[in-house]
């Protein structure tokens, strides 16, 4: 089917455009945005008659000698043909109608308009009309059916309705088409049609597609579909034979199909790739004539070359995927299959004007051409033909030297066509929140800081700025006499920028409001030549982006800085504080998908780049819809799917996807326009458009926020929710290490909460786990947990009775204990001798006046902590929750996380820990010491066994060295507990000295100061004394706290001691009292503090007569001792 395609000629203004043919062929018939239509003899016509119908002409329809027209006045008009004398109204609407079609005798006119009627007018009487109600939207076309029972309808609301025409009543309704708000919003204008004659079809449009629907069943027969199609189809139309379907699409491309075969079997492109808008067949079959958006009129001729007979007949039906064969045709500029004639069957004439030479192009496939094969009926084919399957080319039953040896080359030259993936056309550079630049009044863009409207009417053309936040700067209103299209706001300055025209550069305003002199306004006009194609502004910096791939830098008061070549067209580029986002074009895309790629500069007093051109992800077949920062400076981005993506630093500046808006939205054509993001609070501060992807400037949109939600897998579960929600914490407060690398202030209270909440729900889904019993899975949780939190999932274990899980959680705590160590022994910090310090009694004395806790107030506050633990798995998160409120363990500023320490051994056999000593001489016998495991700070201290080497590892600090267990003192065993909070080998050094110390004078008492001559006078408590032992290594973690923070930070860590250790130093304190009978009163209140310190003395009664080496012996003896 070979045709040419004729040049486009200029027919009417700008805007929608239609054509048709008149009856005989004759006259070539147009109407456009100018109001008029114009009759032309031919496409050479250089003086075409024309008739003005209106302001606007949108539609027309010729039939028998009239000629019907929709025109703006909203009226449907009837003119005679050709002399173009009105002859009336056919009928009125309350808005414009959008499409006008005869029925096939002439004798009705259907009409749709944009007030979402469809009416059906008897031409000789138009009082005699029917009104079709029932769409919700403009309509976009209208089709009578060829036997005037029944007519289809598109409309703006998304469905296809066809229509019984006396009954008035909707026959069927499908939801096919993309809603819209109107017409020409419209990505399709859904110009459907009836197939002539017998109407067995209704062709309807639908994406990229036709659909072919059978009349009366109304079931989808079949789609036609094109490789090369890839934007949707605007309008289709029937040849007058009924064979072939054309159709003309948004991107230019005209295509036609033989509706029998399924086949296509020519491809044309619009010379300018506009969108084509009408489409028209000469009655012939041989021409179509077609309309673009532009108002052009082109042409294809020579359409029915091949088909001129009236034995038309089916093209075989089948095609193999790649039958490259079928693509070779001999139009140098045909990029599809036409009119090679069938040498298969010598039996059949073939039909057409090509010469014997095109005898020899048989495909070496074995099937029939599906272009020229004009065969009688589809079984037609001899048994030649069918040998083709078998043998690469075949001889010419009347031609015995036709036979070709496979490597010769045929007599003409073939061009094969291209059918793999097509070039994506590149997307075009844009503003971030700005709408489009054609519309009269848009947003040039808002952000955060404020809004700039441009208003480019007939009235004005001028610029508005205006500000969130009036503190910042008064109202703007700016003559646009430049014509700006683009804008960019921040809280110091409003740049402008303006494209090139051939005769005045693209310049550069900007309005410095935040200047201190009284010269606020700059210009800069680029070379020539070089056009503005996107502009930003950052803290003291503005950033412009050329045509000539540049990027040229100013400083915020007009001094010229950097400029670096881009590596590809700009797409959009954003600012925030110091950090410049650009992306731009890395290559060309295929198949709908965009090749971006992104850089990611900071500027400030060491430039560098963090993004050096990578990739950008997209959705598939999606395009870049919107870039920007964070307020917290993080970049992130929208694509055209609504997916919105934020840059992972802690993953190697990858990009994680935090919301989807397509979820919260209604209907498939409504959208979310972004115009900010917040990371604290987790806020997609975004404005909802109905059926369209951006807002009109009146009335002022309103802003909506949307939550952020990670698109984890089964988000419905409580598992799955608890992941979601911490790896979005971890996502959305990576900032703060950011912000504090780059020297900025950050809110350490949030950033502590932040870390309070991952940690809890880290608790919560180990809580979880234990309780579906996937023990691997809760030793995998926790690997993320800090210190402090594995000790209360070992609590919790054990609690549990989930021994071995609570083992393994020890070795997890020791090794994090041991990094700790690690990462501390690589700062060592110099410390004063010991000995000096402890000279006298081995204790540093403060005066008790300053110590606000009362010694019943502490125990009653550790009795309840304990008393809540034994509530089960719920109690245990609220009093998990509970601690942290009081004593905040995830803050960075709380001291080191808690971990094993080291302890001098002893002797396996326990002592006491009620008995007072009668001179209250604390004796050791020895200062060694050894590495414990993590769960001796929850069993009792005096259990000193060796953890087997599966148990504890070895700690690697220089003095953790594990002995044989030697004899202890009674004294010496208070030296046994284990401050959760030592931080250092500092700390350990300082236990072995004090080990050793009292090895020297093991029955001797140092003589008393007078400072404890005062103290005695009201004894100290156990907290105390812990405080005097650990005050040095609390003020080294903390240096800056004073004296009342440095006694709330040693209550928050003695509380994380086990009731054991805070009973051994009340019993220490007791056996310093020089007065018994006060030792003992203190004794009996502090056993009165509940139940709890009850269940531990009859534990360690009991524990007394059960020494065992086993480890897990130790954890049955704790798990059995909170019971």
């Known amino acids: 089917m070979p045709c040419e395609r004729k040049p486009m000629r200029y027919g009417h203004s700008e805007g929608h455009t239609e054509v048709c043919f008149d009856d005989t062929g004759r006259y070539i018939v147009t109407c456009g945005n100018d109001g008029d239509v114009r009759i032309w003899e031919s496409l050479d016509d250089d003086d075409p008659k024309f008739i003005t119908v209106g302001e606007k002409a949108y539609s027309l329809a010729l039939k028998k000698g009239k000629l019907v027209t929709a025109s703006s006045n909203n009226t449907v008009q009837i003119h005679t043909f050709p002399d173009g004398d009105p002859d009336g109204i056919l009928t009125r609407f309350t808005t414009n109608a959008t499409h006008v079609t005869f029925n096939s005798s002439g004798s009705r006119v259907a009409a749709g308009s944009s007030d979402f009627m469809v009416k059906v007018v008897e031409v000789s009487d138009s009082s005699r009309q029917k009104t079709l109600r029932g769409h919700e939207a403009p309509v976009l076309s209208v089709s009578f059916d060829p036997k005037d029972e029944y007519l289809a309808s598109a409309s703006c609301d998304g469905s296809v309705v066809v229509w019984n025409i006396e009954e008035q009543t909707q026959v069927i309704s499908r939801p096919l088409l993309q809603k819209t708000n109107d017409v020409s919003n419209a990505k399709s204008l859904c110009r459907l049609s009836f197939q002539p004659g017998a109407g067995k079809f209704l062709a309807v449009p639908v994406e990229t597609k036709v659909h072919l629907y059978e009349r009366g069943s109304w079931d989808l027969v079949c789609m036609l579909s094109d490789d090369l199609l890839t934007q949707p189809i605007n309008v289709v139309a029937w040849s007058p034979c009924s064979t072939f379907l054309a159709a003309g699409s948004i991107g230019g491309l005209l295509t036609v199909w033989d509706v029998n075969s399924k086949l296509c079997v020519e491809r044309q492109k619009h010379e300018k790739g506009f969108t084509v808008c009408s489409l028209a067949w000469h009655p012939s079959g041989r021409q179509i004539a077609y309309t673009d958006t532009e108002g052009c009129l082109g042409m294809l001729d020579g359409l029915g070359t091949s088909t001129a007979s009236s034995s038309v007949t089916k093209a075989p039906a089948t095609k193999p995927a790649k ?43 074995g099937r029939v051409r599906n272009r020229g094969a004009i065969l009688d009926d589809e079984n037609s084919l001899d048994t030649g033909s069918l040998k083709l399957g078998q043998e690469k080319f075949v001889d010419d039953d009347d031609d015995a030297g036709s036979s070709v040896a496979p490597a010769a080359a045929p007599l003409m030259p073939l061009r094969p066509v291209y059918e793999g993936p097509m070039p994506t056309p590149p997307q075009k550079a844009f503003q971030p929140s700005s709408t489009p630049a054609h519309l009269t009044h848009r947003f040039m863009v808002w952000n955060s800081v404020g809004i700039v409207r441009g208003y480019n009417d007939e009235q004005d053309n001028a610029i508005d700025v205006e500000f969130h936040d009036t503190a910042v700067h008064h109202a703007m209103h700016l003559t646009n006499s430049l014509g700006h299209t ?102 060309t895309g295929f198949d709908g998908e965009q090749a971006l790629g992104v850089q990611l500069l900071q500027f400030g007093r060491k430039k560098r780049q963090l993004i050096n051109g990578e990739s950008l992800p997209l959705s598939p077949k999606c395009y870049l819809a919107w870039l920007g920062f964070t307020a917290e400076g993080t970049p992130c981005y929208v694509d055209s799917d609504g997916l919105v993506r934020m840059l992972n630093r802690s993953l190697g500046n990858t990009w994680t996807p935090v919301c989807n808006t397509r979820e919260t939205c209604k209907s498939k054509s409504d959208h979310y326009w972004v115009v900010g993001v917040h990371e604290n609070p987790q806020q997609l501060r975004c404005i909802p458009c109905k059926g369209s992807r951006y807002p009109p400037t009146l009335p002022r949109p309103a802003v909506a926020i949307l939550p952020f939600k990670l698109p984890l897998c089964q988000t419905s579960t409580e598992k799955g929710q608890m992941e979601e929600q911490y790896w979005r914490s971890v996502l959305f407060h990576n900032h703060h290490s950011f912000l504090s690398s780059s020297g900025y202030e950050i809110d350490e209270a949030a950033q502590t909460q932040s870390e309070k909440e991952q940690q809890e729900l880290l608790m919560k889904m180990f809580a979880l786990s234990c309780k579906l019993e996937r023990e691997f899975r809760c030793v995998e949780l926790a690997e993320l947990m800090t210190q402090n939190v594995v000790t209360l ?32 022994l690589e700062v060592p910090e110099e410390q004063p001798a010991f000995s000096s310090v402890r000279s006298t009694s081995g204790y540093r004395q403060t005066d008790p006046t300053d110590d606000p806790y009362s010694p019943r107030e502490n125990q009653e506050e550790e009795d309840e902590e304990l008393g809540e633990e034994d509530d089960g798995g719920e109690t245990e998160m609220e009093e998990t929750t509970e601690t942290k409120k009081r004593l905040n363990p995830f803050a960075k500023e709380a001291g080191s996380p808690v971990k094993p320490s080291l302890m001098p051994t002893g002797k396996v056999g326990r002592s006491n820990p009620f008995k007072v000593a009668g001179s209250g001489t604390p004796t050791s016998s020895s200062g060694k010491t050894r590495v414990t495991n993590i769960l001796d700070n929850m069993t009792s201290s005096r259990k000193s ?78 907290f105390q004394l812990w405080l005097d032992e650990n005050r040095k290594v609390i003020i080294a973690d903390n240096p800056d706290l004073d004296e009342t923070d440095v006694i709330k930070e040693a209550m ?54 059960k020494k065992s080496l086993d480890p897990s012996s130790k954890l049955s003896a704790f798990a059995f001792n909170k019971n």
């Open 323 to 365: 039958d490259y064969d079928d693509l070779f045709d001999e139009d140098d500029d045909r990029m599809m299959d036409e009119g090679l004639s069938d040498a298969n069957s010598p039996k059949k004439t073939v039909v057409g004007e090509e010469e014997d030479e095109d005898d020899f192009l048989i495909p070496s496939t």
């Open 486 to 587: 683009m804008a960019d706001l921040s809280q110091e300055a409003v740049l402008l920028a303006c494209p090139s025209t051939e005769e005045l550069a693209s310049k550069l305003q900007c309005l410095h409001f935040s200047s201190w002199d009284t010269n606020k306004e700059w210009m800069v006009d680029l070379p020539k030549g070089e056009g503005v194609k996107a502009v930003c502004l950052g803290h003291g910096w503005a950033a412009v982006a050329t045509s000539s791939l540049l990027l040229r830098l100013f400083s915020i008061g007009g001094v010229q800085k950097e400029i670096f070549s881009l590596p590809g067209p700009v797409v959009c580029m954003a600012g925030h504080g110091e950090q410049l986002l650009v992306v731009y074009h890395r290559g």
């Open 793 to 824: 999932a070992i609590r919790y274990a054990s609690r549990s009775r989930r021994m071995n899980l609570a083992q393994r959680l020890s070795e997890i705590a020791l090794e994090k204990s041991n990094q700790l160590q690690e990462d501390e």
């Open 945 to 1022: 066994t060796p953890i087997s080497g599966s148990a504890g590892k070895p700690n690697k600090g220089p003095v953790l060295k594990p002995l044989a267990p030697r004899a202890k003192s009674k004294a010496q065993s208070t030296l046994l507990q284990i401050s959760s909070n030592k931080t250092a080998n500092k700390k350990n050094q300082e236990t072995a000295e004090q080990a050793a110390d009292l090895q020297k004078q093991p029955d001797t008492t140092a003589p008393p100061t007078p400072t404890e001559n005062t103290e005695n006078k009201r004894p100290k408590t156990g």
């Open 1052 to 1105: 928050g860590r003695f509380r994380t001691l086990s009731a054991d250790e805070r009973l051994s130093w009340t019993e220490r304190a007791k056996g310093q009292a020089g007065d018994a009978a006060d030792a003992r009163k203190r004794k009996r209140a502090e056993g009165d503090g509940g139940a709890e310190n009850e269940t531990v003395e009859t534990d360690e009664n009991n524990s007394k007569k």
